[in-house]
């Protein structure tokens, strides 16, 4: 996911891995960036594909329905940048919308397609996944709603990729359809670093091993960007046989940046939230849902 900052260490089991035991099979076709837990450097999201879902359980509640409203009131036909493993999309395509989901990940995507195979097959007739970057892929279908959700807005590297997203959303929809962003707008806590100790997942469904997750967040002031690095370690009894890192950075903004943004790739503001019941936004707000509409006119 893009987590914007660390929870606070909840219980800390002991973490003992013999790292003279680690085994041949498993080092790391995944192992990324640098050895030490300092450097940070983008990964893209294939080393996360495998523990996302482990993470990040289907989306449902106020969060799901929030989407479902809002394609209640621009239609049925979606369109999702940075589906990821199809954690909104496939919800969606349950309540009976038609759901495009593209993402710059194949191994995320790779995951997608698994979970769509297992399901009904009038669900699976409405869902479909294409690999690209949200900043500039084309889909052949016109869509009422084009959105990107849980934070995926930010991890674009600059203002004018976000903007080029917005655009190209924009042109995927229909005169009066929408765009819609649901982020985050930085607080000063947002700039400190921080460091979440080992935390017990699940076992990794595919294999049977059990996966433990260290979390190093830092700021690039330069940048104004908070940095996550994930350390994903997969265990086979005490013996650590795998470790993944997944390093991504999101942009911190404001909600006056968000907005501007929207305005700059010419939509027109159609709502501004702070939560997925779409009280007002406040600076206090723990998410910002932008919504903008394409006011283009048909020829
Ligand atoms: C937080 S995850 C998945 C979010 C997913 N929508 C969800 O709610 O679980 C972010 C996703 O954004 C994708 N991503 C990052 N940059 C991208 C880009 N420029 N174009 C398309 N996908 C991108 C990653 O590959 C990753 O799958």
Redesign the pocket.
């Known amino acids: 996911?893009?987590h914007r900052k660390l929870r606070k260490p909840q219980e800390l089991p002991s973490h003992k891995h013999d790292l003279t035991q680690v085994s041949d099979t498993f080092q790391l076709q995944d192992l990324n960036g640098s050895p030490n837990n300092t450097g940070f450097q983008e990964t893209?999201?294939d080393p996360a594909s495998s523990v996302?879902d482990m993470e990040?359980e289907e989306?449902t509640g106020s969060e799901l329905e929030f989407w479902v409203n809002e394609s209640k009131t621009f239609g049925s036909r979606l369109l999702?940048?940075?589906?990821?493993?199809g954690?909104?999309?496939i919800p969606l395509a349950r309540h009976g919308f038609q759901v495009v989901g593209?993402?710059?990940?194949q191994r995320?995507l790779d995951q997608a397609h698994s979970k769509k195979s297992l399901l009904p097959s009038p669900v699976q007739r409405r869902l479909k996944f294409k690999h690209?970057?949200?900043?500039q892929?084309r889909v052949d279908l016109v869509f009422d709603l084009a959105f990107?959700?849980?934070?995926?807005y930010l991890?674009?590297p600059d203002k004018e990729?976000r903007i080029a997203?917005l655009r190209n959303a924009s042109c995927h929809v229909r005169p009066g359809g929408a765009v819609a962003v649901d982020v985050f707008a930085a607080v000063p806590l947002d700039a400190e670093p921080d460091h979440e100790e080992v935390e017990f997942l699940e076992r990794d469904p595919t294999t049977g091993l059990r996966v433990t997750r260290e979390r190093f967040y830092s700021h690039n002031s330069g940048l104004n960007r908070g940095q996550s690095t994930l350390v994903y370690r997969f265990y086979e009894n005490q013996v650590m046989v795998c470790e993944r890192r997944l390093g991504y950075s999101l942009a911190l903004v404001s909600r006056d940046d968000v907005v501007s943004e929207f305005t700059d790739a010419g939509l027109e503001i159609d709502g501004i939230y702070g939560s997925y019941e779409r009280e007002p936004w406040t600076p206090g707000s723990p998410i910002l849902i932008v919504v903008g509409r394409n006011t283009s006119v048909d020829t």
Do not use: K, P
């Not at 999702?80 to 493993?85: L, N």
């Open positions: 996911m893009a893209g999201y996302y990040y989306c999702e940048f940075a589906v990821g493993t954690r909104i999309a593209v993402d710059s990940s995320m690209g970057h949200m900043e892929c990107v959700g849980f934070n995926s991890l674009l990729s997203t």
